[in-house]
Every structure is written in structure tokens, then in C-alpha cells.
């Protein structure tokens, strides 16, 4: 059970080396000074005894042993603060540690990972403690060190008085250890059980306090049934939650009990020979501390054994997710053998996780170079699905798709990157400046201003950004203190200034680019589109006919297959669903 003490303690020698050792030092410190201390009290009671009993020279002795006890207890406080700032240094190190490790995965993970519910349910499990518990688990391996030295030092005290107090403090001790290491485990089991309805109300949470939901849920009233489904699922776990709390404060206070019973009863047997005169007064605090310390020693290192088993099984979720395997997306090429080939599809099917139906069926497709594609059909069509796999994002279940005559599943990831700008519908709006949210299209050049200016130009998104207090660096969205918000039009022309920024690209993907523009400004964007396309592949999916008649040539799909494919006035003349989709937009115009 104890499997990820070494990783886990790893992580903490990665953090910080140094700190670890200064924590583990000053542990071993605190663990000798407790049987210090006692041995040393007995030293002054008896020579007060003796003091008061005339003899002269016990007196100074007195006086010394209480000037060491002094500078034991001193050291004792000054290491104990020693830890808890080694601590305190510590989590926040390893908390950071922690988060980075977990990040660094999820940027590993594949498109088709991250649409796993399964995933994300190991995925929120890591993140829920993953930042605790690592240190927790070094802390309390620290701990059992520093009890266990504490422990031995009593313990050997103790056996001058009597072998059979071992037992007596290990009946007193082990019966809440497993109690307590039963209860961890099962409160460990229930949370894991219950990972699905906890990300069920963090969601809620999102629903109902960012702004970016705000408008929809006032204005449909929904702020009241989210709350009320939110209550709802804590009302269904919480009565688990209190039957396992309640058992395990019962069980805690009964066993404990059990412990006290026996301090006192050894008490009684001290001073019982005390009375006799068989024991001296010191040796009789001096075995009563000893015993009262062993007691809540091997008590807080069995604790911290309990404490360590539990943190392994929380651990086991940080590593259950770091070690899911990464899909291996694609090879090592960064260029293709035939440079100004284009793009084909060939025979290409595609079927997203647990559909009982593909999203594309048996596409062949050639776009060559420099060809401006427009792409269109009904929602759930396949036009986006086809996009995605285009820019890798997902594989083919069957067939491949070439880029300069080499197979995607070939291509080095950051080359093939390079090679295609692509703006989404759901597009991405960066709470961060406009500079920030422009220089996202290429992480190479992320800051570069003077190409943010250009690519603000060319997308026509200068002159919003121009009426910005501070132009570039102006923060957009509302989550932060001083940011602007923009209308869904100007966010869209931010974005296309994304797409532009990145110069290298071969193939520039628009998923309905301007579909938040009014008619003027779209057929702007489209001529600068065709003049900055001219030696590249350009496609366009779009839902505006006006914007699609553009195109070079038009490919229609239909429930994931090539239905047609021509210019506009060849499908038109075709009379099939292009023409029909046409005749029904232009309807409405008339």
C-alpha cells in the first residue's frame, strides 16, 4: 500500500533538495530531545530532594541540570519552529511542483484523451489534492523518523524500570491505529466513487459565477434550478459522508479511552512503589513522562504510518493520471516530398469515441496548391470533423491524408503546426491583451508587436483595436480588473488577426469567420482573404452562401460523405442539394 512513498518523496527531493535535507535534520533533532528532556528532569527532582534533605553540593547540581533542561527545551522549540518553516517553504514549492507536473501532462494528451469522461475524471482527482498530499506524505514520513527516535529513547529508559510496559503501550496504541487505517481507506474509496458528481457541481459552479454565462442564465431564470440541482447532489452524497464521520468519531473516542485507561493505570502501579520506597520521586516522574511520551509517540507514529497509507491512496490518483499513456501523434518529418502537392484525402473514414455512426465516410479529395476550397453542408455534416483531421487533431480510422505528399500520422507535430492556421467557430477568447490574444497565433513570435500590427491589418482589425484605451495592450473580457469586452463581431476579427499571424502556414482553415459580421464587413474580409491567399490553400466552411460563391471550387458533404463538388455556377446548374441550399438562402433575401 505504501508503493508511492518513493515517488511522492521523490517529488519532494526535486522541489527542493536542500530543504528536504535541512527538514529531515531538524527532524532527527526533535526526535532525541523529548528522551533528553525527561532523562534530565529526573536528574533535578532528585537533586532538589537531596537539597532539601541538607545535603549542600546538590543544590549547584540542581542549578545545572535545570540550566541543561533549559537549553533542551530551548533547542526544542527553536527546531520545532525550524519545521513548521521548512513546511511552510516546502508546500508552497511543492504545490507549484505539483500543478506544473500535471500541466505538462495534460499538454501531452491527445484531442480524442481529452474528449474522455474518464480521463477527466482521473484528471480532477489529481488536481483535487494533488498539491497536499505529496508534502503530507513527506512530512509524515519525517514524523515517523522523528517518533521513532523519540520512541526508542523512552523506550530504553522504560525497560530500566520493567520489559512488560511495551506491551502495555502497544495494546494501548494499536487498536485506533487500525480503526483509523480501515476509516482512511474507506473515506479514500467513497471519494473516488464520487469523482463524477463532484465535477457535476463544479460545473454548476461555472454556470453560475462567470460572466460568460451570466447573461443566459438571467435572462432565462436559471440561476434558481442550477442552485437547486447544485444542493441537490450534496444532499445525495453528504448522508455517506456523515454515517462514515460519525463511526469514525465514535470508534476514535471509544479506543482512546483505551489509551488513558492505561496511562493511569501504570500511573497508579509508579506510585504505588513510590509509597513503598522502592522508587524514588524522580525516577517516578521520570517513568510516568517517559511512559506518557512513549504512549503518545508510538500513538503519532502509528498515526503517521495511517496518514501515510492514506496519502498513498490519494497519491495513487496523481499517478494514475501521470501515468496514462500519450498517444503518439506523429513522426519526425518537416517536410514533404512534394512541396506544391496540396492536400488529398484519400479514402479517409473517421469515427469519434463510442459513435455508433462515423462522421466521415470514405472522403477522396484533392486541393491543390493554391486553391481557395469552400466547404458546406448541414450541421453535422462532417465539415468541421474533416478540418480537425486535417490539422491532426484526430486520425483517420481508416484511409490517410496527405500535406506535400507525405502521410500527416508522418509529419514532426510543430512542423505541421506551422504549416496550417486555422480559426474555429468556438474560437478561443484569451483573457490576456489584444497583442496577446494576435501573437497566440505563433508561439515562436508571441510578442513580436510589429507583426501584431500586421496581422491586425490584414484581418481589418485595426481600427477596434485603435479605439482601445491602450491599443495592444489592452486586457479584453471582464474577468480581470480594466478589461474590455468586445462585441462577438470584433472578437472574430481578433481572431482572423490570430490565423494571419502565423506566416509560414501552407494552408489557412476558416470555420465560419465571419459569422458574427454584418454583409459589409464580411465581403470586406473576403477580398483581403483572396489577395493574402494567393499562393496558398485556402478553405472556408460557411453557412452564407454569399461568402461560400467565392470559392475557387465548392465541396458539398452530407452526413459525412463528398455529395458534390464544383464551382458555384456548375452546382447551381447541377440542380442537386447545393442548388437547393442556395435557392432556400436567396428565398429569404428576396
Known amino acids: 500500500m505504501l508503493q508511492y512513498t518513493r515517488r511522492g518523496l521523490s517529488l519532494v527531493w526535486q522541489t527542493s533538495g536542500r530543504l528536504a535535507v535541512a527538514m529531515a535534520v531538524a527532524t532527527v533533532v526533535a526526535g532525541v530531545l523529548p528522551g533528553a528532556i525527561a532523562w534530565v528532569g529526573r536528574h533535578v527532582i532528585d537533586a532538589v530532594l537531596r537539597a532539601a534533605s541538607g545535603d549542600v553540593a546538590a543544590r549547584a547540581s540542581a542549578e545545572r541540570w535545570v540550566l541543561v533542561e533549559l537549553m533542551l527545551v530551548l533547542a526544542m522549540g527553536v527546531t520545532s519552529r525550524a519545521i513548521a518553516l521548512f513546511r511552510t517553504l516546502l508546500r508552497q514549492l511543492l504545490g507549484q511542483r505539483t500543478n506544473v507536473v500535471i500541466l505538462e501532462k495534460a499538454l501531452q494528451l491527445s484531442l480524442t484523451q481529452f474528449e474522455d469522461a474518464g480521463l477527466y475524471d482521473k484528471l480532477t482527482r489529481a488536481r483535487r489534492e494533488a498539491s497536499q498530499r505529496p508534502l503530507s506524505l513527506a512530512t509524515q514520513s519525517f514524523e515517523l523518523a522523528q517518533q521513532g527516535l523519540t520512541l526508542l529513547g523512552l523506550v530504553a529508559i522504560l525497560l530500566t524500570w520493567s520489559v512488560w510496559i511495551l506491551p502495555v503501550i502497544l495494546l494501548a496504541s494499536l487498536?485506533?491505529?487500525?480503526?483509523?487505517?480501515?476509516?482512511?481507506?474507506?473515506?479514500?474509496?467513497?471519494?473516488?466513487?464520487?469523482?463524477?458528481?463532484?465535477?457535476?457541481?463544479?460545473?454548476?459552479?461555472?454556470?453560475?459565477?462567470?460572466?460568460?454565462?451570466?447573461?443566459?442564465?438571467?435572462?432565462?431564470?436559471?440561476?434558481?434550478?442550477?442552485?437547486?440541482?447544485?444542493?441537490?447532489?450534496?444532499?445525495?452524497?453528504?448522508?455517506?459522508?456523515?454515517?462514515?464521520?460519525?463511526?469514525?468519531?465514535?470508534?476514535?473516542?471509544?479506543?482512546?479511552?483505551?489509551?488513558?485507561?492505561?496511562?493511569?493505570?501504570?500511573?497508579?502501579?509508579?506510585?504505588?512503589?513510590?509509597?513503598?520506597?522502592?522508587?524514588?520521586?524522580?525516577?517516578?516522574?521520570?517513568?510516568?513522562?517517559?511512559?506518557?511520551?512513549?504512549?503518545?509517540?508510538?500513538?503519532?507514529?502509528?498515526?503517521?504510518?495511517?496518514?501515510?497509507?492514506?496519502?498513498?491512496?490519494?497519491?495513487?490518483?496523481?499517478?494514475?493520471?501521470?501515468?496514462?499513456?500519450?498517444?503518439?501523434?506523429?513522426?519526425?518529418?518537416?517536410?514533404?516530398?512534394?512541396?506544391?502537392?496540396?492536400?488529398?484525402?484519400?479514402?479517409?473514414?473517421?469515427?469519434?469515441?463510442?459513435?455508433?455512426?462515423?462522421?466521415?465516410?470514405?472522403?477522396?479529395?484533392?486541393?491543390?496548391?493554391?486553391?481557395?476550397?469552400?466547404?458546406?453542408?448541414?450541421?453535422?455534416?462532417?465539415?468541421?470533423?474533416?478540418?480537425?483531421?486535417?490539422?491532426?487533431?484526430?486520425?483517420?480510422?481508416?484511409?490517410?491524408?496527405?500535406?506535400?505528399?507525405?502521410?500527416?500520422?508522418?509529419?514532426?507535430?510543430?512542423?505541421?503546426?506551422?504549416?496550417?492556421?486555422?480559426?474555429?467557430?468556438?474560437?478561443?477568447?484569451?483573457?490576456?491583451?489584444?497583442?496577446?490574444?494576435?501573437?497566440?497565433?505563433?508561439?515562436?513570435?508571441?510578442?513580436?508587436?510589429?507583426?501584431?500590427?500586421?496581422?491586425?491589418?490584414?484581418?481589418?482589425?485595426?481600427p477596434v483595436i485603435d479605439g482601445l484605451p491602450e491599443g495592444y495592450d489592452t486586457r479584453l473580457g471582464k474577468w480581470f480588473k480594466g478589461g474590455r469586452e468586445l462585441s462577438l463581431g470584433q472578437w472574430q476579427k481578433v481572431a482572423l488577426a490570430r490565423a494571419f499571424f502565423r506566416r509560414d502556414a501552407d494552408v489557412l482553415v476558416l470555420d465560419e469567420p465571419t459569422a458574427s459580421m454584418d454583409a459589409e464587413a464580411e465581403v470586406q474580409i473576403f477580398e483581403r482573404f483572396r489577395e493574402q491567399t494567393q499562393d496558398k490553400i485556402a478553405i472556408v466552411i460557411s453557412h452564407r452562401f454569399s461568402t461560400v460563391r467565392m470559392a475557387d471550387e465548392i465541396v458539398v458533404l452530407d452526413h459525412g460523405r463528398v455529395l458534390e463538388r464544383g464551382t458555384h455556377e456548375e452546382l447551381v446548374a447541377l440542380g442537386g442539394r447545393y442548388a437547393t441550399l442556395f435557392a432556400l438562402q436567396a428565398q429569404g433575401y428576396r
Not at 372 to 397: D, F, H, M, W
Open 175 to 462: 487498536p485506533l491505529f487500525i480503526a483509523e487505517l480501515s476509516f482512511s481507506t474507506e473515506q479514500w474509496k467513497l471519494s473516488r466513487f464520487r469523482t463524477p458528481e463532484s465535477r457535476e457541481q463544479m460545473y454548476l459552479e461555472t454556470l453560475m459565477a462567470r460572466e460568460d454565462h451570466a447573461k443566459e442564465m438571467k435572462l432565462l431564470d436559471l440561476g434558481p434550478t442550477m442552485l437547486a440541482r447544485y444542493q441537490a447532489i450534496f444532499d445525495k452524497m453528504f448522508p455517506s459522508e456523515r454515517a462514515l464521520s460519525l463511526r469514525r468519531a465514535l470508534w476514535g473516542m471509544g479506543l482512546s479511552l483505551v489509551g488513558t485507561a492505561a496511562f493511569y493505570g501504570t500511573y497508579l502501579v509508579l506510585v504505588r512503589a513510590t509509597m513503598r520506597a522502592t522508587m524514588t520521586i524522580g525516577a517516578m516522574s521520570m517513568y510516568a513522562l517517559a511512559f506518557k511520551h512513549a504512549q503518545t509517540a508510538l500513538s503519532a507514529g502509528l498515526a503517521s504510518v495511517g496518514a501515510m497509507v492514506e496519502n498513498n491512496l490519494y497519491l495513487s490518483n496523481l499517478y494514475e493520471f501521470l501515468d496514462t499513456p500519450t498517444e503518439r501523434e506523429h513522426g519526425g518529418d518537416r517536410e514533404g516530398p512534394s512541396p506544391r502537392d496540396g492536400v488529398r484525402f484519400e479514402d479517409v473514414s473517421f469515427c469519434y469515441p463510442d459513435a455508433k455512426s462515423p462522421a466521415l465516410e470514405h472522403v477522396t479529395l484533392h486541393i491543390a496548391h493554391g486553391a481557395r476550397l469552400a466547404i458546406v453542408g448541414e450541421n453535422g455534416s462532417g465539415k468541421t470533423t474533416l478540418i480537425k483531421l486535417l490539422c491532426g487533431l484526430y486520425q483517420p480510422t481508416e484511409g490517410r491524408i496527405l500535406l506535400d505528399g507525405l502521410d500527416l500520422r508522418a509529419w514532426e507535430p510543430a512542423a505541421l503546426r506551422r504549416k496550417v492556421a486555422m480559426i474555429f467557430q468556438d474560437f478561443v477568447r484569451y483573457q490576456l491583451t489584444v497583442g496577446e490574444n494576435i501573437g497566440a497565433g505563433d508561439a515562436t513570435a508571441y510578442t513580436d508587436r510589429e507583426r501584431w500590427d500586421q496581422a491586425a491589418q490584414r484581418a481589418m482589425a485595426k
